[in-house]
Structure formats: structure tokens, C-alpha cells
DNA sequence: TATTGTTATACTCTATAACTATA
DNA sequence: TATAGTTATAGAGTATAACAATA
């Protein structure tokens, strides 16, 4: 339930409120970890394929990311965030880590080194 | 990172693949703490009226949920859940619980004092 | 023939605006 | 007149099935 409410409660904090988490998860990929084909973003995202055409539809025709058609292999495009989608996502780190930096300001430190041992163990756990 | 990793996992886990997040929460609302109408649902899950009561729609039509005019206020609805709708709470809590105590079982037992308190930290976080 | 991306279709969640019934 | 719930309508995410282009 702490990880739940926690979740929720970072997700409201984002720089642009009509982007959706879907949209929102695919540019944070891109811009973290390069470039990449629909099929490894649908993978990535655990969707099916038309899904996130859908998605990436949304964000291409709003800048946030670019299709270009693979050089060796025809059938695959590539997906790129743009400028303006890397200024994006960095803003929305900012409001998020503003918004964190501001409750951990109350933690003791003792509270703060159980939430840096937490996370560590939370990602592993949840890569099961 | 973490909290949505984590988060994104432990949803993964239900009964009901048919059932969506949001009609999970509200059912999860009501076994918990009761009947709510449904401007007390909508306001509980930061949603819109409208946009609750097509979910209340589906949970009604599903049989996991029924509605009851108030005796006093005849403009209002309460809304509570079914036996049917319990039991599927009930499955639910138990997967993720032997998710959870599958994982749990491999942590230390330090691992496991860390999650602990961070969960008490998270949501005290989370409330403010 | 298999793979990659796309389109067609359908259902749910979300919202705003407008409407009904009740207070 | 204000409030609680509902319906109308529209946009986005999700899925499966079917299709086009390429390997």
C-alpha cells in the first residue's frame, strides 16, 4: 500500500498535466536510453504493438519524437526524442526531485539512508 | 524509480485480469472502510463524477458492487460491495501476498527490517 | 514464410458540459 | 438556488485481428 500511494503521489507531480504516464514512461526511455524501435518500446512498456503506435503517434505529432525508417533493415523505424522532448522530461525530473528534495528536507538522516537501502532492494525485488 | 518499478510489479498481480486498476480501487475502498457514495468515490480517487460513475457502472453490471438510494437524502446513492465483489478483493490480497512472501522469504532479515520502515517513511511521504 | 509496423475495431478510463431529481 | 447523480460527447490507452511492406 506505501508503494502504491508513494507512486501516485510522485506521478501528480509532472511538468505538463495533459501528457499521460504512458507517454510520459516512452519519453523518459528514449531520452535515457537512446533510440529505439516500436517493437522494443511495446516490449519495454509490456503492450502490444498497436498500443504503442497509439502512443507514439500521440507524441510525435506534438514534437516530443521522431519516426525515421531503419538504413539496413527497411521494415523497422526508429524512434528519437527530440529537443524540445529531452527539456520536457528534465522538467518534469526537476518538479519531481523539487518535490522530493522538499520531504526528505524533514527526514532525519537515519530516515534517509533506509529510503536510499529501500530502493536498492524495491528495484531488485521488482525485477522478478 | 523504485516506486514505480515496484508498484508496476506488484499490479501485475490480481485475480481478475479483466479488472482494470480503477475498478480494483474502489472495490479494495469499499471492503476496507465501507459503504461511499458516489461523490465520496470520486473525491477519494481524485476522479471526476462523471468518470466514477461509469466505473461504479461496470462494477454494478459485474455483480461486485450495488446501488441503494439514501433513505435520507433521496438525491444520493450508496454504494457497497457485494459478497462476490469481497471475495474478489480477498483473491487479490492473497496473490500479491505470495508474491510478496516468495520475495520476501529471499531478503535478509535486515533487508527485511529496511523495507519495513521505509514503508512507514513512504507513506507518511506519500500523505503530504 | 516470418517479422515489423500499421490500420480497423472495440472496450475502459478520463474529462467537460448539460441534464434530472432532490434539498 | 444548490447539490448529487447521471447522460452525452470526446480523447487516450488498452487489446485482438487483419493487413502491407520487407527480410
Redesign the interface.
Known amino acids: 500500500?506505501?508503494?502504491?500511494?508513494?507512486?501516485?503521489?510522485?506521478?501528480s507531480q509532472r511538468a505538463l498535466d495533459t501528457m499521460s504516464d504512458a507517454q510520459f514512461a516512452v519519453l523518459a526511455t528514449l531520452k535515457g536510453h537512446g533510440p529505439h524501435t516500436l517493437g522494443e518500446l511495446a516490449e519495454r512498456e509490456r503492450v502490444t504493438a498497436p498500443s504503442m503506435n497509439r502512443t507514439v503517434n500521440c507524441l510525435e505529432e506534438a514534437g516530443w519524437i521522431t519516426r525515421t525508417p531503419d538504413e539496413t533493415d527497411r521494415r523497422k523505424v526508429n524512434i528519437e526524442i527530440t529537443t524540445q522532448g529531452r527539456e520536457l522530461v528534465a522538467e518534469t525530473v526537476r518538479r519531481r526531485d523539487m518535490w522530493l528534495a522538499q520531504?526528505v528536507a524533514d527526514?532525519t538522516p537515519s530516515?534517509r539512508r533506509?529510503?536510499a537501502?529501500?530502493?536498492?532492494?524495491?528495484?531488485e525485488?521488482?525485477?522478478?
Open positions: 500500500m506505501a508503494t502504491f500511494r508513494l507512486s501516485r503521489r510522485l506521478r520531504v527526514l530516515q533506509t529510503l537501502r529501500a530502493a536498492a532492494i524495491m528495484s525485488v521488482a525485477a522478478r
